[in-house]
């Protein structure tokens, strides 16, 4: 039996690759997307969760980076409205580590590189704001200023979405095992399910991120200069009520954020360290939790421990190795290497990257690979074109509530507000007729359902427990393990 073939295969479904997918379905492109576990199972859903600029990139000059990713802030808080939001930031001045007028001159940049229509301007905070009552120094000079939010697996799974609506083919638990180069095309040998499978395409893309240097693509492609620094995170429970989040200068140089986080918690992190293993078994170290805890004792009223924490996790950035010493100076930019050159046919590996500019970086692929493609009339086309639930006004979270709320007076107004964060206009697909609770099947726990776990597995590609209480939500935090058991067999068995 012949193989498919498809314009272009990507193997990697987190955000670079899901985002690519995307582009390239909507340009009219036959598109096969691979991936070896679930989609945004690795660094997609391991990130801080912003959409930013990248304030202390300013430190290592790098303006283009900043000014591209400040432009895509703008553009994806209005295409992803219910789930990338404003957030603010109190950054509290260090002497020893800079002076003032420079604070002032980095947030004044980071204020004008780029049109900003969306978000307030930076300010000085006032010796009275209360924001002085989070740390542990008073008299502390503070700043404020803007970035936004995202749910980083959720941005992923919404541009596989559109990617298969607009006629890609998604396949997930689909592990790429061997790629050849015949006449014409790629030959593309995986294991999907435990059964193998065989595709060709006339190009590849490589957005398997930490992976991307890994031995399956060394015949097509020189090794990559791939530096693998690792970033780990945890959870504690919140301490305080302000909405606005804490970003923390270090003395060796790096940042720590701490991010209300899911109502109840606060995110803390992240760190910044080579790794050298395999990226599937990236977990945070003692050295790491130390880290954190250490830094947000040290400059905050309230002292963070290792017993505090009720979740933590780790990833692996795939940054291009640009000969750095320090791991946290290595530019965050991407870097796109094309081979096929010598009559194969073309094959171009994502380097590095940030979540922010996933959408450009897609773009540049696409124009990367024109010439190698079918021509098509439609060229740039994401900029403008909502994400799948997207489709409000970027001020009209809480019209978009209030109309599902009136629509559904019987259910419960967190639950209305749950499900327009998670999936904006698609919580209509998902609640449909229902009337009252009960419509909607068993209640797993944190007011997940039967209804909501039917449509994750029917249009989001959830398949295990851990798919969606950790990355389709983070309703994990509120699961006891007996719900997460119940969960795990009503899957089993509907999967």
């Known amino acids: 039996m012949t193989a498919p073939l498809y314009d272009l295969a990507i193997i990697g479904g987190g955000i670079n690759g899901c985002g690519i997918a995307r582009d390239a379905a909507g340009r009219g492109h036959k598109v096969l997307l691979l991936e070896q576990g679930d989609l945004a199972q690795a660094t997609s859903s391991a990130s801080t969760k912003l959409i930013h600029g990248g304030l202390r990139y300013l430190e290592h000059y790098e303006f283009s980076l900043v000014r591209k990713a400040l432009i895509e802030r703008e553009t994806l808080m209005a295409v992803a409205p219910h789930i990338i939001w404003p957030l603010r930031f109190i950054l509290p001045h260090r002497p020893h580590m800079r002076p003032v007028w ?21 300010w000085m905070l006032s010796e009275t704001d209360p924001a002085h009552a989070l740390l542990a120094r008073t008299g502390t000079a503070c700043f404020e200023y803007s970035d936004a939010w995202v749910d980083d697996a959720r941005l992923v799974v919404l541009n596989a979405m559109d990617a298969k609506a607009r006629g890609a083919d998604i396949m997930t638990r689909c592990q790429v095992t061997a790629i050849t180069a015949e006449t014409g095309y790629w030959q593309l040998a995986a294991r999907h399910n435990g059964q193998d499978a065989g595709f060709q395409a006339k190009a590849v893309i490589n957005a398997s991120g930490p992976w991307a240097d890994q031995d399956l693509f060394h015949k097509a492609q020189p090794a990559n200069r791939l530096r693998l620094v690792k970033g780990s995170h945890i959870v504690v429970r919140k301490w305080h009520d302000d909405p606005r989040c804490l970003i923390l200068q270090n003395d060796d140089g790096r940042i720590v954020f701490v991010i209300p986080y899911e109502q109840d918690f606060c995110l803390i992190g992240t760190t910044d360290c080579d790794y050298q293993g395999d990226p599937a078994a990236v977990r945070i170290s003692e050295d790491e939790i130390a880290y954190l805890c250490e830094a947000v004792s040290r400059q905050c009223a309230h002292t963070v421990t290792a017993a505090d924490i009720v979740w933590s996790y780790a990833g692996v950035r795939p940054l291009m190795d640009d000969g ?8 965050r930019d991407y870097h796109l290497v094309k081979s096929g050159d010598t009559g194969q046919p073309p094959l171009v590996s994502v380097i590095g990257g940030k979540i922010t500019t996933y959408r450009v970086l897609a773009e540049d692929v696409m124009e990367l690979i024109a010439a190698d493609l079918p021509a098509t009339a439609i060229t740039s086309w994401t900029a403008t074109t909502p994400l799948p639930g997207g489709d409000f006004p970027v001020d009209g979270f809480m019209d978009l509530v209030a109309k599902a709320s009136a629509r559904y007076p019987a259910l419960p107004h967190k639950l209305i507000t749950r499900l327009a964060r998670h999936y904006g206009t698609c919580l209509f697909d998902i609640l449909g007729e229902a009337r009252v609770m009960e419509d909607l099947g068993p209640c797993f726990g944190a007011d997940l359902t039967a209804r909501e776990v039917d449509y994750l597995v029917a249009r989001e590609w959830a398949q295990t427990a851990e798919d969606i209480v950790w990355r389709r939500s983070k309703l994990g935090l509120h699961f006891s393990n007996r719900q997460l058991a119940q969960l795990a067999d009503y899957l089993q068995a509907r999967v």
């Not at 750095?324 to 530019?331: F, I």
Request: charged residues 20%; hydrophobic residues 45%.
């Open 102 to 122: 420079m604070l002032r001159l980095g947030l004044f940049l980071y204020d004008h590189l780029a049109r900003r229509s969306l978000l307030p301007a930076s």
């Open 324 to 331: 750095q010493d320090a791991a946290q100076e290595t530019t």
